[in-house]
């Protein structure tokens, strides 16, 4: 396997154990749901769900059991049904596709056998490609997560581990008012910087090998992600009928989509409303922002004389801290923003337990060293980059995770309300195309 040497020790009951909890989630995000809507419309920006369950148990089968312990296939025509590299996404609603139920069967199948795989000895290779599953998983889940919202199915009931749900109005009601926040920008000096992974960052994808020098100008970033009440403004500004404040690519996506707000916003007698899942609900307006589009992004960062941070200003700001002389960045590079513990409920919102966003100013023990707030969860954060490949770039053995979309994607930081806390970090990259509105997406801004 090519990229595969690493120094880090990796441990199978913990992956086994992460690999339960993956399936429990994803169990929680299609209860509920009709075999109808489990298939769903056919749609750009989402697969079908029974093909998505069924595809990501299929992960594990084909590179841990299949590839790598070389057992046989678990059903026959698996590899026509479910291999997401050779079956096209249109083409997902037309397989004729197992029923919920021998679904059901097949995922447990396959995790039954992980968790027996994962017993036997000591097996570095098999341990990396179980945990690339688990994380892979965790990203389906939270895909399943945003399909439920584009398609107006009702809110899932996802459990906190202790037989209930977090989920009730009161945790996405928030006060309407605006509330005392931490305005303005943090101003971060001019350094040298690291930026992605190393080899003892643990487990990394491809996209984030391997850490070089990036030099940094400085720059001024403010502290919080934008406001639903901040974006409240540019929109009753006219902004989405000025094109001065788009440009050309943007403008045009703006046409297209007839759009005068947010998607998931409306206008009432009442005041401003936001649609969570299948429900509307009066909009919190310090919440933080959530399904804007990169388009959208710049668009208010131009009505707003702003820009967006680039990746690197991103990074440097979540997980830099200033030298002792406060004129420069210490050699230190935190795995978080506020240190290397692994990710709680007080410092940032994960695990889609809120199912929502929330507060801007919410979390203050997660803030960076430079005093940045909510750098991972709540929402993921449009930064200017178009997705590129680190210099010495070399594909892990999932081929497609990444090279596909190199250039013609935007880098997004931070993870969501909806990310695994267990997989998110400072140097985590993901990537969406432009015109997307319908993922976790918010962002923050820079000076000028």
């Not at 690999?19 to 929680?28: E, P, S």
């Not at 299609?30 to 148990?57: C, F, T």
């Not at 004129?327 to 337990?353: E, H, I, M």
Request: charge should be negative; proline fraction near 5%; aromatic fraction near 14%.
């Amino acid at each position: 396997m090519k990229n595969f040497s690493y120094s880090f020790k990796l441990e199978p009951e913990l992956i086994a154990s992460q690999a339960r909890n993956a399936h429990k989630r994803t169990l929680a995000l299609i209860d509920g749901l009709s075999e109808e809507q489990l298939r769903g419309s056919l749609l750009p920006i989402v697969n079908p769900l029974l093909w998505e369950i069924g595809h990501a148990a299929y992960f594990y089968e084909l590179w841990v059991l299949r590839k790598h312990l070389k057992h046989p296939p678990l059903i026959a025509n698996a590899d026509s049904l479910y291999d997401s590299m050779t079956i096209a996404h249109d083409d997902r609603w037309d397989l004729p596709l197992p029923s919920l139920d021998d679904t059901l069967v097949y995922m447990q199948t396959v995790l039954d056998h992980i968790q027996i795989a994962l017993l036997k000895g000591e097996d570095k290779v098999r341990d990396y490609l179980t945990q690339y599953a688990v994380f892979h998983q965790d990203m389906h889940n939270e895909a399943y997560t945003y399909t439920r919202q584009t398609l107006g199915y009702p809110a899932p009931l996802i459990g906190d581990g202790l037989g209930k749900t977090k989920f009730d109005n009161t945790n996405f009601l928030h006060e309407t008012r605006l509330i005392d926040s931490i305005d303005g920008d943090i101003d971060i000096p001019a350094s040298t910087f690291m930026l992605g992974a190393t080899q003892q960052d643990g487990f990394v994808f491809d996209n984030e090998k391997w850490a070089h020098p990036v030099k940094i100008k400085p720059f001024s970033i403010a502290k919080t992600a934008v406001s639903n009440a901040d974006y409240l403004l540019f929109v009753e500004a006219g902004g989405y009928r000025n094109p001065e404040y788009w440009d050309d690519e943007g403008w045009k996506w703006c046409q297209k989509s007839q759009l005068q707000h947010p998607v998931y916003w409306r206008s009432t007698a009442n005041g401003w409303q936001i649609k969570q899942f299948d429900k509307w609900h009066l909009m919190p307006l310090n919440a933080a922002l959530i399904h804007v589009c990169w388009h959208e992004a710049q668009a208010y960062c131009r009505w707003a004389g702003r820009r967006l941070p680039s990746e690197a200003e991103w990074e440097v700001a979540a997980a830099a801290e200033p030298s002792d002389d406060g004129l420069g960045l210490s050699l230190v590079k935190r795995r978080y923003p506020w240190g290397n513990t692994a990710p709680q409920s007080d410092l940032a919102n994960l695990d889609g337990f809120f199912l929502g966003t929330a507060d801007v100013t919410a979390y203050a023990a997660g803030d960076s060293a430079f005093g940045c707030r909510q750098m991972l969860g709540n929402v993921w954060e449009w930064t200017q980059d178009t997705f590129q490949p680190y210099p010495g770039f070399e594909p892990d053995m999932y081929k497609d995770y990444s090279q596909p979309l190199f250039g013609n994607t935007k880098v997004l930081r931070g993870g969501s309300w909806a990310t695994r806390g267990r997989m998110i970090r400072n140097s985590w990259r993901t990537y969406y195309g432009s015109e997307r509105k319908d993922v976790f997406a918010g962002f923050r801004t820079c000076a000028l």
